[in-house]
Each structure stands twice: as structure tokens, then as C-alpha cells.
């Protein structure tokens, strides 16, 4: 299945990627509503994060846990938040700092 996030991993669609390895991908947001704002979401594409394998779910979490460090070290938030989503398209991490 084809799907935005899928073009961005196959490289065919232009994206922001600020970490990779071969169970997940991180890119900036295109649009933040907050500085630093970024998606965390597996290499395989799934179409709920209900059917996503714990071994992924977990590299979410600690990908998305060093990325976050590294917003508080850089935008100095009060908070940063992640949000996991899929009503669009399968979106599973939404990392975000209010400002
Ligand atoms: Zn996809």
C-alpha cells in the first residue's frame, strides 16, 4: 500500500529525516505547530498502531525518548509531548515541544 509516509521512506517524497535505522524512521513536521516538532514512525508500513509488533512499538518509544532529550537540550520547552495518531495517515509518534 502506498501512503505518504511510505514515499518519504522510499526517498520519492522530499522530507526533513533526522534519524533512521531498519525499524524506524524520524522527519520534521512540515507544518509544527512548535518548533522541533517531529514523526517517529516504522520502516514497514501498518495501518493501525494496534497491529504494530511490540518490538517496533518499543523502538518508537526509545527513538522518540532520544529525540525528545534532544528538543529539551536545544528549544528548552517547558514540556515535550508525543502524541500517537493514525486518523489520517498511519502516523504513530508525533513528537512536539509547546513553546
Ligand atoms: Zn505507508
Known amino acids: 500500500?502506498?501512503?505518504?509516509?511510505?514515499?518519504?521512506?522510499?526517498?520519492t517524497s522530499p522530507a526533513s529525516i533526522i534519524?533512521?535505522?531498519e525499524i524506524v524512521i524520524a522527519f520534521m513536521t512540515i507544518h509544527p505547530s512548535s518548533p522541533?516538532?517531529?514523526t517517529v514512525i516504522p520502516i514497514a508500513h501498518v495501518d493501525h498502531?494496534?497491529?504494530?509488533?511490540?518490538?517496533?512499538?518499543?523502538?518508537?518509544?526509545?527513538?522518540?525518548?532520544r529525540i525528545?532529550?534532544?528538543?529539551?537540550e536545544v528549544f528548552?520547552?517547558?514540556?515535550?509531548?508525543?502524541v500517537v495518531h493514525g486518523y489520517g495517515?498511519?502516523?504513530l509518534a508525533l513528537l512536539t515541544a509547546p513553546s
Open 49 to 65: 498502531f494496534t497491529d504494530v509488533e511490540d518490538g517496533t512499538a518499543e523502538r518508537i518509544m526509545r527513538v522518540a525518548q
Open 89 to 91: 495517515v498511519a502516523c
Open 19 to 21: 534519524y533512521r535505522d
Open 1 to 11: 500500500m502506498a501512503c505518504a509516509f511510505c514515499a518519504i521512506i522510499e526517498g
Open 36 to 38: 522541533g516538532e517531529c
Open 68 to 72: 525528545g532529550r534532544r528538543m529539551r
Open 76 to 82: 528548552q520547552p517547558q514540556r515535550v509531548g508525543m
